[in-house]
Structure formats: structure tokens, C-alpha cells
């Protein structure tokens, strides 16, 4: 049951309940009324949360620690689902260059660790493997081909999608069709292994949810689709770049995540900073968990922090319990 649906329900029995308590009901009536309830809420959707490892993308590349404790910090702070970063592994001795034997070790070692804390592997994010959107046809293909690795590697760790960008061509007619050729060249590969192909709102042109989702219909295979990020909305900045100068263009963070739920096989709850009341101060989470239930969305929602004034591991569970708090659920 949706989560509105729910709080409709509820409140409108406790309206029943007062109107037949004016007109001295029965007691039994008013027992069923409030075992309905009852009945309601054990049906209601159960937040299921999992940890983006960029996160703690900091702990990993400024402070030193290794990448392969991804799993157990995640369970020392109450997830039960894992997203990986293929770059956090980058500079790793076992995992540098990613080599076949490399790829070997980055999946045992990975496999081992959630099944060690009893963690399900859910997503790997592919970073720094080409451009799926470039505009050029061989370099586009090449990019393709070395994201078959991870695809691999999602599969033999039980996970069911990889996260990929569209950071190719700057000109909208030519990263349109260039986005919808590298997917469906992907899309084609992945479902072979049984792995979704999810496109992240991550700057430039995949920040504008309507375009986006035109290159997911014209893709239009079944284990394409999105992951919608709450706070990656910035569709042009200052110089030019993806993420390094602040952002002039902003598309509707709100009208972008409704867009972009229908399509959606993750969802990843961006924030930055909060205030006193534990609230983000610039997405209302409330409005958010809304609309992504409002799409029925039942999957796993990722913590994704990226604030700069909270330490890591604060800014995670700061994140966490607002996200509980929104959603009336406890932990």
C-alpha cells in the first residue's frame, strides 16, 4: 500500500471512530474499526536502506582506509544493502588497472565481505570507463566494451544493476542519439547476465529528466532505466564542467525525480547539510519519499552523503534517520 494511501486510511478511520462514538456505537464496532487500523499499518511499506560507498568516498581517499571495509562499516551503521564505486578500487594493489585477475580478486574479496556482515550487493557504480554518450562512434563503442567487466562483476556478485553516466557530446540532438546508441549497445550485453542498465541524473544533459527520459524510451529494452538522484539536478555551471564550478542552471529537482520515478530500479537520496531540526536543507525529503511512493516504488532507497560540514559518518546518519523520520519508520 502506498504511503498516502496509508495515512488517508487512517485518518479516515479515526473520523468513523468518532462519528460512531457521538451516536454510542457499539463497543465491538469500535474494536474492528481500530483492529483494521491495526491490520493497515502492518501493511504498509517497509523502507529498505542501502549505502551509496561514495559516501565515505572521503575516509577512503583522503584518510586511507580500505575500500574492502565498505561492508562492515555499512552494517556497523545499519544498512542492509551495498552500492559500489568502481574508483574507490582504483589506486587498490590487488584491483589497479582492473586486469581479469584484478577483476577476480575486486569480486572475491567483495563477495566475501557481505556475506561475511549478511549485506546484499545491489548496484556497482561505473565511473572513469569512457563516454556511453560520446559522439564519436569508436570511442563510444570502446566505452561500451569496458563497461562488460563490470557487468560481469555486478552478476557474479548477485547484484542487479550497474550505475553508468551520459557525459559525452555537449550538443542535445547529437548526446540524444549517441546516449541511446551506447545504451542499447549495453542494455544489450547486460541482459545476458541478467543486469539492469540505470542511467543517474549526473550533470549536463542527463540532469534534465525530460531529456533523459526520451533517451530511456527510445532505448526502450526492459532492463534500461534510471536512478533517480535527489540533489544532481545542475544542468550547467559556471565553466563548463560536469561538477567542479557552481552551478548557474538548475532543473526542477522536485519535477525532475516525478519524471524520472516511472523508469526507476534505484533511488538515491542525495544530501549535503541539515539544520537544527535534522531536516536537508535544500531538498524536502518529505516531498520526495512522497513522490517516490507515490510511483510505487518499493526497492531500496541509497544514503548518499556529500556534505562538507558533517564528517562522514554523522552526515550518513544524519541521512539515515531523516529519512526514518519522513517515512514514520524506526530502526
Known sequence: MKRRSFVQGTLQAGVALSVFGLHSCKPKQKEKEVMKTEEEKKTSPVLKLSLAQWSIHRMINEEGMDPYLFAEKAKEWGFTGLEYVNQLYENEPNTKGFSEEAMGYFVKRSKAESEKHGLENLIIMIDHEGDLSAADENERKEAVENHFKWVDAAAELGCHSVRVNLMGSKVAEEWTAASVDGLTQLSNYAKTKNINVIVENHGGFSSNA?????????????????????????????????????????????????????????????????????????????????????????????????????GEKEGILATKELLLKVTGQSM
Not at 552551478?247 to 547539510?273: N, Q, T, W
Request: hydrophobic content about 30%; charged content about 25%; aromatic content about 12%.
Open 210 to 310: 525530460q531529456m533523459l527520459v526520451e533517451v530511456i524510451e527510445k532505448v526502450g529494452l526492459p532492463n534500461c532505466g534510471t536512478l533517480p538522484d535527489f540533489g544532481n539536478f545542475c544542468v550547467k555551471r559556471e565553466d563548463g564542467s560536469y561538477f567542479s564550478s557552481p552551478c548557474i542552471e538548475e532543473y526542477d529537482r522536485y519535477k525532475g525525480i516525478e519524471e524520472l520515478m516511472p523508469y526507476a530500479k534505484a533511488v538515491s537520496a542525495k544530501s549535503h547539510d541539515f539544520d537544527e531540526q535534522g531536516n536537508e536543507t535544500h531538498t524536502d525529503y518529505s516531498k520526495m519519499m512522497n513522490i517516490v511512493n507515490e510511483a510505487g516504488y518499493s526497492g531500496y532507497v541509497g544514503v548518499e552523503y556529500e556534505g562538507d560540514v558533517l
